[in-house]
Nanobody, 128 residues
């Protein structure tokens, strides 16, 4: 079992940047793809981005493409989400998660049901 802990959230102004981190402990996550999701108040959990185990391939939701960048440092057991040009609609709790051994594809990474380990989330609030 992998334990995931997110950090880096906070309250910012529109146009600002933030970098979220997700530290993994326990069983190594090196061989697994990782993803970021978010959930705004009263809305369903939404896929944001995913990165393959070797950090070679990534997928993004259309809503964040060009503004957010996912990456990982396997030596540090950490996944990052660099967020730029933040908008009020980016306000949400952000979660990182481990893909449960599924084939890494545009389809599988978007389904939250394909992830088997989740962090507790970190709040990001963007004011206009």
């Amino acid at each position: 079992q992998v334990q995931l802990v997110e950090s880096g959230g906070g309250s910012v102004q529109a146009g600002d940047s933030l970098r979220l981190s997700c530290a993994a402990s326990g069983r190594t996550f090196t061989g697994y793809a990782m993803g970021w999701f978010r959930q705004a108040l009263g809305k369903e959990r939404e896929f944001i981005a995913a990165v393959s185990s070797g950090n070679y391939n990534t997928y993004y939701a259309d809503s964040v493409s060009g503004r957010f960048t996912i990456s990982r440092d396997n030596a540090k057991n950490t996944v990052y989400l660099q967020m730029s040009n933040l908008k009020p609609e980016d306000t949400a709790v952000y979660y990182c998660a481990k893909l449960a051994g599924k084939y890494f594809s545009k389809v599988t990474t978007r389904n939250a049901a394909n992830y088997d380990s989740w962090g507790q989330g970190t709040q990001v609030t963007v004011s206009s």
